[in-house]
């Protein structure tokens, strides 16, 4: 086991430099912190439901109800 703690990306340096991968990074967080929300205050971590309908359809109150948060979020700023 090593504790070598020097890490390096898996991308070369051409794609990181690049503006539209900055952009791609920024999209991504926004995108991971809903699917964290979804996933703790949400209660999506875990499916309480059997079949891909049931669950289709949680997944679009959970996400419903993120972006009622979202919108009162928006609107007390």
Not at 25 to 50: C, D, N, P, S, Y
Request: glycine share 8%; aromatic share 10%; charged share 30%.
């Amino acid at each position: 086991q090593t504790t070598d703690t020097r890490r390096r990306s898996a991308i070369d340096r051409r794609t990181t430099r690049s503006a539209g991968y900055a952009l791609s990074q920024r999209i991504r967080k926004r995108i991971e912190e809903v699917w964290g929300w979804m996933k703790t205050v949400g209660g999506f971590r875990k499916t309480r439901f059997k079949g891909r309908e049931r669950t289709e359809m949680a997944a679009y109150l959970v996400g419903a109800a993120y972006n009622l948060v979202r919108m009162a979020r928006l609107a007390a700023a």
